[in-house]
């Protein structure tokens, strides 16, 4: 079975990396897909944001990270993948999967998407929040992987400068 984990990952969080561990265990392959959120302006530029990932992911070889431009639906029916994966913290995430959901099976009605609910103690983390933090120079070892503390403190640091 292959997954798409579609999203913006502005930045890639611990919340993210435990979903795509998690959806590692129910799949041959996982996709963390980099799409684009029409809504969001990035805060982090696509290919740090892309390097963030595969470092936190490289030591897992049925994991890839990929980019897509255009629609999702498009991919993945490209990519022949079995389903779409999304994490739900809450039940406001709830409606928007709800609404995304029903979309991309409009545009590909083969699409089925799977919604994996975080765990409680990563229900409380979200880029935005992960960015709220970098902005005021706060510790992020709560929530950014371990593996790109480094690099994120890197990047900061030219975005500040
Ligand atoms: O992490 P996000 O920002 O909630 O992810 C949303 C994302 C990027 C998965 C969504 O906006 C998306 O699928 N964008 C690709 C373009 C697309 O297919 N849009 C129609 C479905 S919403």
């Known amino acids: 079975m292959k ?46 944001r892309l390097a963030f990932a595969r470092t936190a992911l490289s030591n897992y070889d049925k994991i890839k990270v990929d980019t897509c431009p255009g629609l999702l639906a498009d991919y993945f029916r490209d ?3 079995d389903a779409v994966l999304r994490g739900l913290r809450n039940t406001n995430d709830l409606l928007y999967e709800q609404s995304m959901a029903e979309v991309n099976r409009l545009l590909c009605p083969s ?36 593996r790109v503390l480094a690099a994120h403190r890197q990047e900061l640091y030219k975005l500040n400068n």
């Open 3 to 48: 997954i798409i984990y579609p999203g913006s990952f502005d930045p890639f969080t611990k919340a993210h990396l435990e979903l795509t561990l998690r959806a590692a265990q129910l799949a041959d392959e996982v996709v963390v897909l980099f799409a684009e959120n029409a809504n969001k302006e990035p805060y982090y530029p696509l290919a740090e």
């Open 79 to 81: 990519s022949q993948a």
């Open 111 to 146: 699409l089925e998407t799977v919604l994996l609910l975080s765990r409680p103690e990563s229900s409380w983390m979200s880029s935005s929040l992960a960015r709220e933090l970098a902005e005021r120079q706060a510790d992020l070892s709560s929530i950014i992987p371990e």
